[in-house]
């Protein structure tokens, strides 16, 4: 080392004495032979001094190999000029000896900074045949390099082709990269063969076994592929994991073996870094579905399908196989109608359709489901198709559990040929339909369908039972006839017995017998019905003993009438009172006063509120009079005139005190209550009847006089006019008598336009305007019945209140109706028009919307105890919209429950709805889809409610994060419900869901 030290540093200190004295000018062969020296000794730096100093002398010769020289010196410095150096003597000297050196010294240095093209371009100016063979083999191999790095493979490989000593330097390589051009090129065996020939040189040891696994898998060597891969999963390189992982799964897969090829596949998922293609996502859901990883799969059909193709048919279908396989069948529905809907293969297309059928029959009702359709349209494209028969019967199948009777009813009537199956769908489908009708209240149209479906012999059941209900639909429209006819029909019928309605029948017909005055017939139904039913509706049981009883009542057997309005009373059903009440008559009738009044303060005492009280004391006072205990009697007149002091059983109250203080010769008594008749309730019958006995009294007393003083100031009573008032009357009736309606409104209104107030005005106003009531001049009937109200009460006053309340709200003229019902509440005497009162007045403030009025109403009616069962069902609907309104959710949801049990029923619609949003609010969202499927099946027809429901159930999957559900969702409402207003909200919905 001190040696070369020294000896470099001479030639330093040489070369520093050469530059100051310019020796070189004077011996420029010595200083290049010392320079090319220092350059061969590998010292550059030295030697580019000294080429520089050299490259100044003016001798061409020895300029331009100076200029060489400190080029290739800079390039092997790795100095930043020295690839334009080399250019620059290139472009100078292109003749000279050592050009081709130059380019091969610049094609290195672009070799070695990757710029391959510059490299080629270089290395095409060398003269090869002054190479060696180990320079030749080197430029071939960096060539061969240089071209397949530059993208020019085919180039490559010829020079590749050319390094052919085996002992060379770049042989091993230049094989290997002949082999992986084959490989890139498909020529897989030739490529195999040599990387076998190169596989033990420990260069390629862990490269190869990669190449030969992909070209096992390229040639479809699969045997080998699986004997390979487990074993190079293991012991490679995390980063070549993934590909040996999807590779060796593929050939398990191509075996059939799929649990070690869902294993393998499972691995290249996890461990691969980059995004999957969507063919890999297929394969590995595929294997995974094959292995009955059914939940696993789900998630990569769902990554296969990102366009609209073949593919993602295919990917669409087995993803609906998998969320069958794990119970979600309203997705798997989804995932085979996409399938469906591809239709590149048509074999899946039909697979995936009659899975969709199956999906929909299984799967909660959804009213927006297309299977009908889509089968509808199935067989009328392929009718002769090996699956028609199939078809057909799923048709008949999805007919019947769509609930949607009305829409599956104009579809099977537009199918001109139906088979059998269809046939017996067909009947139950009418009488399906018939039933919702019924419940929406359309009597005609659903008598209509009914009478269809018990023309049709299909099903035995459906055809007795359609029978049943023409009955009773025909007893509601009072054509007592035809409902005598159906009902006989019916119970006539082999099948009849089998029937849930069997026994009703009796009980209906009892009814339309009781309604036609047919006393005994009824008694027979109605003992026809308690021997078949025995009784097991305790209900019903207790109203036929009490129709038993007035039908007895009515034919004068009193003691059975007593015998079973007992039965009513022992059962504390319902109508205790109005039994009570008549068997107080019947013991009457019999003559047993005592015992009437006996019965008559059972009432009076249990049942205070009951609408028959009035009565009571009218009848027990009449008693007492039949018994001659006219004090006893005077004591209930005065109990019935403080109780109920505007009643019209008050005034005959007042009249007959009256009439026994005139008995009793206690005239001052006796002209009181006469006097009150008058004063209280002038142009009554009653009233008459005071003035003509104050007129006997007076004149008893020898008081004329005062008579006449007396009704001169009484309008009605005037003594000259009261004959012409009667006989004018007396002509308007008598054409109302003979049903000559259009003679008898005239006749009417001169009567009234001469005695406005006579005394027979509020008579002749309540057969007027039934008259226009007949006549159907309805405005003028109601205008009527009001001027009977504002008369002063009357025996017309009720039931005019009761017409005029009725029509106005069948108009929907509910601030009209409301006071009528208000004012009939303070004057019912019949209980069924209090009922009638109160549940006018729950339904006109719904209508108003003062819900808290109408719920206050409601609690009055359900406070009788004598509401029918509709009117409780609507009672309670009110009461849980009012604690809705106020926000008391677990009050509103415990009424509701009652109105959602009214299937086929707008009000039951809302019930389930409101019920549903309930749920969800609370966050019970399970139970809350359960009820809107629910209310998708039970309510078919109130499409309102349904899609409200469904709105609901998208904001239940949006609250999951199931927005592709919550999308569908929406998307179903906006095409299928018909209706601007809940179309715009699922729009809003979708909007901000986003893409």
Known sequence: MRILFATLLFIALQFQAFSQESAIYQQPGLDQRLAEDLFW?????????????????????IQSDAIFFEAISAAELTHADAPARIRNFIEEYPEHALAGEANLYLGKLYFRENKFKD??????????????????EELFFMIGYAQLRSGEPATAKSYFQRVTAQNAAYYSQARYYLAHIDYLQGNYKQALGVFEQIENDRRYQKIIPLYKIQIYHYLGEFDKVMSMGPGLF?????INKPEIARITGNAFFQAKDYVQAANYLGLYERTNRRSLSREDQYLIGFVKYKAGEYKDAIGNFQQAIRQNDELSQNAYYYLGIC??????????????????????????????????????????????????????????ANPGSVRSDEGYDYLSQLYLSSRNYRQALESIEAIERKNPRLQAAYQKILFYRAAELFNLNDLQGSLDLYKKAAELNHDDMIRNDALYWSGEISYRQNNLAAAIKYYKDFLNSSQARRSAEYANAFYSLGYVHFNRKEHGEAITQFNKYLEVSQGKDRKLASDSYLRLGDAYFASKQYDRAISNYDKVIASKESAMDYALYYKSLSEGAKGNYSRKIEVLKI????????????????ETALAYILLNQESQALVYFDKLIQAFPTNTKSIQAWLRKGFIYFNRSDYTQAINSFKTVVDRFPGTKESQEALAALKNIYMEMGQIDQYFAYVRNIPFAAVDITEEDSL??????????????????????????????????PNALFYQAECYMKTNQKQKA???????????????????????????FSARNYQEALPLFEQLEMVAEDPAHQQAALAGQMRCHYQLKDISAAAGAANRLLSTGRATQDQTTEAHFIIGLHYLSQNDLTAAE?????????????MGAEASYHLAWIAFTKGRKAESEEKIYALAEDFAASDYWVAKGFILLADIYAQDGNTFQARETLQSVIDNYVGPELGEVAREKLRRLGN
Do not use: W
Request: aromatic share 14%; proline share 4%.
């Open 41 to 61: 000794n590998k010292h550059f730096g030295v030697a580019r001094q000294l080429f520089s100093e050299i490259s100044e002398i003016p001798e061409p010769e």
């Open 728 to 761: 004018n009357f007396a002509v308007a009736e008598n054409f109302y008598m003979q049903n000559r309606c259009d003679q008898a409104i005239g006749a009417f209104q001169r009567y009234l336009d001469k005695f406005h107030d006579g005394a027979y005005s």
């Open 603 to 618: 009432l009076v005492n249990n049942y205070p509120k009951s609408g028959y009280v009035d009565e009571a004391y009218y």
């Open 323 to 380: 969320y069958n396989e794990t119970g979600q069948k309203i997705y798997a529905g989804n995932a085979f109608l996409a399938a469906y809907k591809a239709g590149f293969d048509k074999q899946i297309s039909e697979e995936a359709l009659f899975n969709y059928i199956k999906i929909t029959l299984e799967s909660p009702f959804n009213p927006y489901n297309e299977a009908i359709t889509l089968l509808e349209n199935y067989l009328r």
């Open 234 to 238: 293991e012991s490679s390189s995390t």
């Open 782 to 808: 109601v205008e009527g019945f009001k001027k009977v109200a504002q008369k002063p009460i009357s025996r017309f006053t009720e039931a005019a209140l009761a017409t005029a309340s009725g029509m106005e």
């Open 119 to 136: 490299a080629i371009r270089a290395f095409q100016g060398v003269e090869i045949s002054s190479l060696s063979r180990a320079s030749r």
């Open 894 to 906: 415990s009424e509701l429950l009652i109105p959602a049990r009214l299937k086929g029923t707008e």
